[in-house]
């Protein structure tokens, strides 16, 4: 779906504003939650029909962390992820870039890398320290 296909929608603006806002990588519960007030008729259904089309577009990344529901992010290309296996918080890391992987595996394999996507798994500082 290319940017001037997307039909401009209040709700969907304000999906991106608060993805855009939030170091959470929130679910469509959550986002329903933050915005139901705004738009009293709103339903789950729209939200996520909101998130489909936005990640459809490129604009929104959606996460499968092996939780039981979706997380959402604003596509902000390719990072790192942490996530905790305990609370299911998902934090983005802020590594060294990828370049020194990415010429490796072009070494190995021949295959040139263009994005990524790296997950990181373990037990965040909040669950270490109240275990």
């Excluded at 329903?32 to 929104?60: A, C, H, M, Q, W």
């Excluded at 994005?115 to 270490?128: A, K, N, P, S, T």
């Amino acid at each position: 779906m290319t940017e001037k296909k997307l039909r401009r929608s209040r709700q969907r603006e304000r999906i991106l504003e608060l993805l855009r806002r939030t170091e959470q990588h929130p679910t469509a519960a959550w986002l329903y939650d933050n915005l139901r007030d705004e738009f009293p008729r709103l339903s789950l259904g729209t939200v996520y029909r909101n998130l489909g089309i936005l990640v459809e577009s490129g604009k929104v990344r959606k996460l499968d962390s092996g939780s039981t529901f979706d997380r959402f992010e604003i596509n902000r290309g390719d990072h790192v992820h942490f996530v905790c296996r305990s609370c299911g918080r998902i934090f983005d890391l802020d590594v060294p870039e990828t370049e020194e992987f990415q010429r490796a595996v072009l070494k190995q394999t021949g295959n040139r890398v263009t994005g990524h996507r790296i997950e990181l798994y373990g037990e965040c500082e909040q669950c270490r320290a109240s275990a």
